[in-house]
């Protein structure tokens, strides 16, 4: 049987990327200001409702898929409009998801 390459999680990481990270997660309705964004258009980004988004800035946990996909946007690994484009392909994806069932092909 062959075996994928286990990731490297202790891969160091720089303590000013750790603070810039936190500062972000921490105050995100205030990142959120910063980039002139409505709830609505900053959360679908990340596949997060505009209610779910509100909760968050007022301190509920940010779930995190979510959390990874703010720090890759926040670092320039990823760009506002890849997220976008990915957040357009989950959408029109035909796929059981939370709350929606899967498309009935057409006969």
């Given amino acids: 049987m062959d075996f994928y390459e286990a990731p490297d999680f202790d891969v160091k990481v720089h303590p000013k990327r750790v603070s810039r990270i936190e500062r972000v997660l921490n105050d995100i309705g205030a990142q959120r200001d910063k980039a002139n964004y409505t709830q609505v258009d900053f959360w679908?980004?990340?596949?997060i409702t505009q209610s779910a988004g509100s909760r968050m800035e007022q301190g509920k946990?940010?779930?995190i898929p979510a959390q990874i996909l703010i720090a890759l946007e926040e670092l320039g690994y990823v760009s506002q409009e890849q997220l976008i484009e990915a957040m357009r392909l989950v959408e029109e994806a035909d796929?059981?998801?939370?709350g929606k069932p899967r498309r009935e092909e057409a006969c």
Avoid: K, V
Wanted: charged share 35%; glycine share 18%.
């Fill in 95 to 98: 796929g059981p998801r939370r």
């Fill in 44 to 47: 679908r980004r990340f596949g």
């Fill in 61 to 63: 946990p940010i779930p």
